[in-house]
C-alpha cells in the first residue's frame, strides 16, 4: 500500500494557483489542495494524508476526513514537519511505501532517514495536473460516445415485435 503525506502549507506556498489566493481566502486554498488530493487518491489509490500546522489556533490536535482524504491539523506546538516525521514512523511496515510531499530540504533529508520517499511541490503539481487532464479526457471521451439510438434485435425476436404490430398471434 502506498500512502502520501502531505505538508499541506508548504505545497501551497509552491504551488503558484493556490500562493496567490492563500492571501486573499486560506481556507479556500486548503479546500482547493484537499480536493486535488482527493482526485489524486481517487486516481492513483495511494490512502493521502494533509497534515496542516495548527496555524493561528491553539489546543488540541484536530483530524477530520474529507473526500476520504484525512486532515489533520496539529497541536499547539507541533509543527506540519514534526508531524509527518512522527507519521512516517509509525506508518512505515514492510508492506507499506510512504512518499511525502513537501519542498522543505530539512524535512526531505528527515523523512529519507525513516525510509519514506519524497515528492517535491513541484513534482506533485505536475502530477496532479497530468491526472486533471487524463481524468477530462476520459470524461469527454465517454460524453462522446452517443448509445445507439436503436436497439438491435435478433431476426426472431424481430419476427415476433412484427406479427404483435400487425395484429397476428
Known sequence: MDILLVDGYNIIGAWP???KLKDQDLALARDILVSKMAEYQAYTGFQVLVIFDAHLSQGIE??????????????ENETAD??????AI?????????????SDYTEQWAIFGQGALRKSARELLEETTA??????????????????????????VTAIFEKWRRGER
Open 90 to 102: 509509525s506508518l512505515n511496515n514492510i508492506k507499506t511505501q510512504i512518499h511525502v510531499a513537501t
Open 131 to 156: 491526472i486533471e487532464l487524463r481524468i477530462k479526457k476520459r470524461v469527454t471521451n465517454f460524453t462522446n460516445k452517443k448509445p445507439s439510438k436503436r436497439i438491435e434485435l435478433d431476426t426472431e
Open 62 to 75: 484536530t483530524k477530520y476526513k474529507n473526500h476520504r482524504v484525512e486532515v489533520i491539523y496539529t497541536r
Open 17 to 19: 494557483e493556490l500562493r
Open 82 to 87: 514534526e508531524r509527518i516525521e512522527k507519521l
